[in-house]
């Protein structure tokens, strides 16, 4: 089983990611359990959504608390919430940011990570260029399957468009190609580095 | 077919392909998305011929549902917490009255202190009102027991409430199959009401019954809610021929045939309990499960079946009778009577409190050896109730425990200051 655990703001679709996430790894045929932290949701609030996603039906129902990727949708939830709380010592980090971990202060933090699992992303940018709203949830999704090779950008994709359409679809698809790309580009990189 | 969607959505089209003709409801979380759904759904046209109304609040709503079953109209609403509370004395009539009404409760906390999330004791406060009560314990269970509710409320003529658990399935995302229209039209015949308010053959439904007869129409509620016990078997039967899969039914077990400790519990949680009894088992320890599905009426004699071989049963609920102990763990003791078999009562996930495998492995493991008291509140913090405790003896104006409460571990209350 593999466990995803997502942090953001109230508005910025992290409930939505999760169940984007889900629909994604159940196009591929495999067993997927969304769900939110179900706190009051409010604007601007620290919200959690969890994604478990396996070959066999899911019976748990507890939090994720020890995650194999975190996707963290708001980097000033660094300094408000404990969102590494039970990541696993191998486990994937993607920050929706345009500046690298070092830049966050957070060296000291994924120092004996494996470099290829953490990947910083410039989602809101990617967002309010292809879809001209600032919801990062769906480049760092598209992130996600690019860095963890758990889903190919066409679930992503089967995703989006199960969730929008017309205009915002088009966009959110704009959006999750440009971020995968990026994601790729970057990983190929660090193998040649 | 499969689909992966949120369980609020798969019961709202489960809903709907049972082809209800009023559906009436008042928002409250966590049932508000089901309601939404199968308003989009009348406002369409997918859902035809239905009306939905809008009703200024729950006691409206289940007052509406009673009027429109009386008609003859299939019937169908939703509520949850406080606002099962509040329609209760209309909870009582639909029952009292013979009214085949079918209610989702998306079952959450009752306050105060006022809590959204989940756990039982909404629904397990109108366990003496009559109706049926069936718990679900995923969304495919949540979806196919809709559709044998149905079945179930107009045979008998009698009320049945769908309890699913608030957030935890309401708000999840997993893997339903969708029965198609055929397949649920081949297993849902048209209603027959016993009674109908019709304006050609008048009748009056409602009747003041004083002591000489008062006694024998509550008899016949009780006799008829046991009918239950001898039909939900069938449909449930029949209904694994129409749609190719096990739901329903009165009781379960799990891996409880050579199990000297039996864990009981409803809903969701079984989930959990499950994955926890297979690590177990893995590593030796005899222990099974036995899920309650049906809890109104009360399977005595199936649960008495399911643990009598048992040393000891564990009776982990989400639900607490304030004065006594656990709710369901009474319900298990009664079906036990006689037998030499300890049985512990664990209240657990009050107000959404998160159950978790670690927490269930250290009880598990604790209630083998009988080392647990008799009442367990699972993870409860019992220095922070200890300190209220002290303060409550140290001052006599000591305040809302609630708020002092949330101070000690450091949650902003309500007092600003």
Redesign the interface.
Known sequence: MFQVRIHGRGGQGVVTA??ML??AA??EGR??????S?G?ERTGAPVVAFCRIADKE??????I?EPDALIIQDPTLLHQVDVFSGLKPDGYILINTSKTFAELGLADLVRGRPAERLCTVPATEIALRCVGRPVPNVPLLAGFAAISGILKLDSVTKAIEDKFSGKVAAGNVAAATEAYNTVRKALEEMAHA | MLKQMEGSRAVAEAVALCRPEVVCAYPISPQTHIVEAVGEMVKDGSLSPCEFINVESEFAAMSVAIGSSATGARTYTATASQGLLFMAEAVYNASGLGLPIVMTVANRAIGAPINIWNDHSDALSQRDSGWLQIFAETNQEALDLHIQAFRLAEELSLPIMVCMDGFILTHAYERVDMPTQEQVDAYLPKYEPRQVLDPADPVSIGAMVGPEAFMEVRYLAHAKQMEALKLIPAYAAEFKAVFGRDSGGLVHTYKADDADTIVVAMGSVLGTIKDVVDEMREAGHKIGVLGITLFRPFPITQVRAALQGAKRVVVLEKSMAIGLGGILAVNVRMALSALPIDVYTVVAGLGGRAITMRSLHALFRKAEKDDIDPITFLDLNRAVVDKQLERERATRRSGPAAEAILRDIGVVAAKLA
């Open positions: 999760a169940e889900s629909i159940f196009d067993h997927a359990q969304a769900f939110p179900f009051s899911i019976r748990l129902r507890e939090p608390m």
